[in-house]
């Protein structure tokens, strides 16, 4: 891992704090929006001003694609369009099942635990899904050697440490209820209302 540049893991980095982020703060902007679906609206919002502007202003503004692998590849045909779309629509739907989802726990759980439930499952769960779909639909006719004995036993770590963290996540404290204080009644004037 030597080898990588220092930029690969600032922008991994970048993208595990926001992603580790994002299921408490959309439940927090579930929470003061009253809606879940008011906060993904918000999210859509987001991506529209991140995922639309930027890029809107390095292509057509600034005449220049820092990402481009192919000067002469590049294209806005139907196909590749449509694939984007489609990449598009995976994250979309997957903030949306996260949205659905930590509503669903916390109203199992409680408040401040539901979000705890979500986001150790989609964030140990993804990373396998990726890593399959990676070296089977999405390989684009490149082969990779049959994994090894140490691939399958990622997988189970990571499940097991998925599980172990839904087992041992931490639990709410339950409100401080005000100490009731006694006090002698003998004698006392009724009170009147």
Sequence with gaps: ???IKWTVWAFVSGAALSWGIYVPMVHDATAKLGSNLRAFLMV???YFLVAVLVPGIFIFLLKSDPTAKDVS???WFGPSVLSGILAGVSGAVGALCVIFATRDAVASVGPVVGPLVVAPLVFAGAPIINTIASITIFAHGKKFEAPGLLFYVGLALA???M???MVNKPKAVPDAKPVATTTSTAGA???SK
């Design 189 to 191: 004037a009724p009170n």
């Design 73 to 75: 590849k590049l294209n």
């Design 163 to 165: 599980a172990t963290v």
């Design 159 to 161: 499940a097991t440490g």
């Design 1 to 3: 891992m030597g080898d």
């Design 44 to 46: 859509g919002v987001a």
